[in-house]
């Protein structure tokens, strides 16, 4: 009988979005390959992601939107105007992937809601669990 898996080792065994920017694993779909070259190429955005993400933790909030984050990076940059060599975009796709490198990073396994991606339910599959 297959066991369930407490959310707080979701980092160290589903998610593991930190050793995927680190270089320590390799990427297991397209959209991790692209997410790493994207976090690796726009660390301002990750910066940002953070600030935020403290600012809604520091105000007392128990579960915060990775999409509400994203969208204030969007509406800051559009307000500070764009470089014209460069276009400004963060994908859709990428958002989950901030919010689980997030919760890993600042140690917070539930202060986004998030639905498991098909690679992570691999892993779980693999690691004994059931989802």
């Known amino acids: 009988m297959k066991r369930k898996l407490d959310k707080e080792r979701y980092p160290d065994v589903v998610w593991r979005v930190r050793e995927l920017v680190k270089g320590e694993r390799p990427a297991e779909d397209e959209t991790e ?3 790493a070259q994207y976090f690796k190429d726009n660390q301002d955005i990750w910066l940002a992601f953070v600030h935020y993400g403290h600012e809604l933790r520091d105000a007392g909030n128990d579960v915060g939107s990775a999409w509400l984050i994203v969208n204030r990076i969007r509406w800051d940059h559009s307000l500070k105007g764009i470089d014209e060599n460069k276009q400004f975009k963060i994908s ?3 958002i989950a992937m901030f919010a689980r490198l997030y919760m890993e990073m ?3 396994p539930h202060f986004f809601r998030t639905k498991l991606r098909k690679p992570e339910q691999r892993r779980l599959k693999e690691a004994g669990f059931d989802e």
């Open 92 to 94: 859709n796709t990428y």
């Open 106 to 108: 600042g140690n917070c």
């Open 33 to 35: 390959l692209h997410f």
